[in-house]
């Protein structure tokens, strides 16, 4: 491995070293993808040490988080829908993401990184990869069910699908429908697509 | 109303009068949107009479399928659907537009129209007022179930996240998995929306 450069003259912390790092992490992530990335790979590429990215970041899953502007960690998402009883998944999953994407912030981001996955081969290489690593394999590896992946991925689909129609594209009467009903809507669905 | 207006010296009939009404039609639906759009107002925006217009397009339905070369006639993807037993509505509908997806003109028409819009507010606007109109509508009509639009909307976000994940993100293992296999994880999820 090659030792990591430092750009001389550049401060080790300086005020914007984080952003530096994230900037980084981004072309990295775009021109490598999720899988083949590493935290030392960001530094090399930053001109940083890799112990000044740990400084600010615990792991790559946390730089993707920060650079792609994910409006909620995937981590944190898996663990909430694993945390409760198992007849009740779909209900969990269907509130986690409807309340993040109702939010003004989440709503925004969740725009964007659909945007930019439309439009981009990167980021949509990006995004299935971070997901699939980062939510989909996790709550599959608990699930314990046979084609626990497609199951998750399937749920996957259907929560792609009603971010588009609700949130981009404005298709009614799904867009307009009150939160409760399309999480009421929603959640028996999910459970099919899991333990059906 | 105003008389169509006649643009002087040209064909009545000519061999690009079809693709000048088709560029109207186009021009017509993104500034008004399929609703407000007439076939006389096509007629006049391509300066031939509307008797012309009848020639080459049926109806407006017409003239929006091929204006947006959709991948298949909605009308005729509707009586496709509701055209059997009540109890495999589901398979039927999965069936219908997985096979037109996974042909290769469908899902390049497709794909092209998912872009479209993502990125511009007009056609996302046009494409939900069509596919209201000439999909969600007549099936809802035709289901008798209460909040039947509702549930025929549901449909679409399950179908509009399986064209994204498998098509255009390449989710896995959604995007690999064998067509039978996606339609028989479809078919009883969409059977649910519309008659659980």
């Known amino acids: 491995m090659t030792a990591p450069r430092r750009t001389p003259g550049r401060r080790p912390g300086g005020p914007d ?4 790092i994230l900037t980084a992490a981004r072309e990295s992530f775009a021109e490598k993808g ?4 590493s935290i030392r790979a960001v530094a090399r590429h ?3 040490d890799a112990a000044l990215v740990h400084h600010y970041f615990d792991s790559k899953d946390d730089l993707f988080v920060e650079a792609m502007a994910l409006p909620i960690d ?5 663990f909430r829908i694993l945390d409760g009883p198992r007849d009740q998944l779909g209900r969990r999953i269907a509130s986690v993401f409807l309340g993040v994407w109702e939010s003004a912030d989440g709503q925004q981001r969740m725009k964007a990184i659909f945007r930019s996955v439309v439009s981009s081969d ?9 997901i699939s690593e980062m939510i989909i394999q ?6 314990d069910v046979p084609d626990a992946t497609l199951r998750v991925g399937m749920v996957a689909t259907q929560l792609i699908g009603v971010a588009m129609a609700r949130y981009l594209v404005g298709l009614e009467p799904v ?3 009150d939160l409760q009903t399309l999480i009421d809507r929603l959640a028996p669905v999910l459970q ?3 333990t059906g």
């Open 175 to 177: 867009a307009s429908v």
């Open 34 to 37: 999720f899988s083949a990335t």
């Open 138 to 143: 996790p709550v599959a590896r608990a699930l």
């Open 122 to 130: 990167e980021v949509a290489r990006l995004m299935r990869e971070g």
């Open 17 to 20: 070293t984080r952003g530096e």
């Open 74 to 78: 995937p981590r944190q998402v898996a």
């Open 192 to 194: 099919l697509h899991l």
């Open 46 to 48: 930053a001109g940083v």
